[in-house]
């Protein structure tokens, strides 16, 4: 019986020790760690989903971590591969 009367407190102390926690060390976001910009060339054909799709991941990388334009740059001109000749 003196168990069931300690059942509730125990409960209740065990609620409020957890809402303690602490978070130590780096507190900035994964994504920053793991992703990178997604750069396109003139001759990447993409459909209109896989653009904007691109260009949210660019925001969300430029707002939480900082990442800068690329400035333009001259790069030797390849012709794109064709896979029908």
């Not at 060339?41 to 949210?56: C, G, M, P």
Request: aromatic share 8%.
């Amino acid at each position: 019986m003196k168990f069931a009367k300690r059942m509730p407190v125990m409960l209740l102390l065990s609620f409020v020790m957890t809402g303690c926690v602490n978070t130590i060390g780096n507190t900035s976001p994964i994504f920053c760690d793991t992703a990178s910009p997604i750069y396109i060339s003139r001759y990447d054909q993409l459909t209109d989903y896989t653009a904007r799709e691109i260009l949210t991941h660019n925001r969300i990388g430029h707002r939480l971590c900082g990442w800068k334009k690329k400035a333009a740059t001259k790069t030797l001109a390849l012709s794109p591969v064709n896979p029908t000749e």
